[in-house]
T-cell receptor, first 113, second 116 residues
């Protein structure tokens, strides 16, 4: 089955700096790669996703890149703000009906002002 | 986006009792729902895939007789933790895909289970 590795487990940056979180996946059939942000005790919120037919996607300060050949994808957050502090999870799935997302272990991002 | 409602949000029970958690898709039909478990500061671990009108598919290591899943309609799936023990204390969270609506997964608000 799919296995998703995520690094780093913790990341501390200064406000205004950029943050990069990296993930690798094992199943070459995976074609859908979302990123979720989770605040303590709350549900994960989808912040951006990318499909395998796209190499990069951007939404304001957030961008995701995908390298299918290397089976890795990354989340880039620019101009970080204290409210970006949370746990971020990457995930992967084959996108087929009835298949679940498999999550990475998460990255705790701390943005200090 | 689609709304998934999960109840209760928090439950405290005595060891040996059973607890039922409900997951409802409020404004869409969900042929498939997924149940995840999350320990403090850890990732979301898939427990089982719940299919409307059929038996759930459990992940390796998840006891199907302990975690009973029922998906009786296109908008409701329930997870019952039977004979709960302290080691079952965790954050349980359901999720659903919109039937025919693509890959996006929408999450319930989660249930924090504490077994004394």
């Amino acid at each position: 089955g799919e296995n998703v590795e995520q690094h780093p487990s913790t990341l501390s940056v200064q406000e205004g700096d950029s943050a990069v979180i990296k993930c690798t996946y094992s199943d070459s059939a995976s074609n859908y790669f979302p990123w979720y942000k989770q605040e303590l005790g709350k549900r994960p919120q989808l912040i951006i996703d990318i499909r395998s037919n796209v190499g990069e996607k951007k939404d304001q300060r957030i961008a995701v890149t995908l390298n299918k050949t290397a089976k890795h994808f990354s989340l880039h957050i620019t101009e970080t703000q204290p409210e970006d502090s949370a746990v971020y999870f990457c995930a992967a799935s084959t996108g087929q009906a009835g298949t679940a997302l498999i999550f990475g272990k998460g990255t705790t991002l701390s943005v200090s002002s | 986006g689609a709304v998934v409602s999960q109840h209760p949000s928090r439950v405290i029970c005595k060891s040996g009792t059973s607890v039922k958690i409900e997951c409802r898709s409020l404004d869409f039909q969900a042929t498939t729902m997924f149940w995840y478990r999350q320990f403090p500061k850890q990732s979301l671990m898939l427990m089982a895939t719940s299919n409307e009108g059929s038996k759930a598919t459990y992940e390796q290591g998840v006891e199907k007789d302990k975690f009973l899943i029922n998906h009786a309609s296109l908008t409701l799936s329930t997870l019952t933790v039977t004979s709960a023990h302290p080691e079952d204390s965790s954050f349980y969270i359901c999720s659903a895909k919109v039937t025919g609506g693509g890959e996006k997964l929408f999450f319930g608000s989660g249930t924090q289970l504490s077994v004394l």
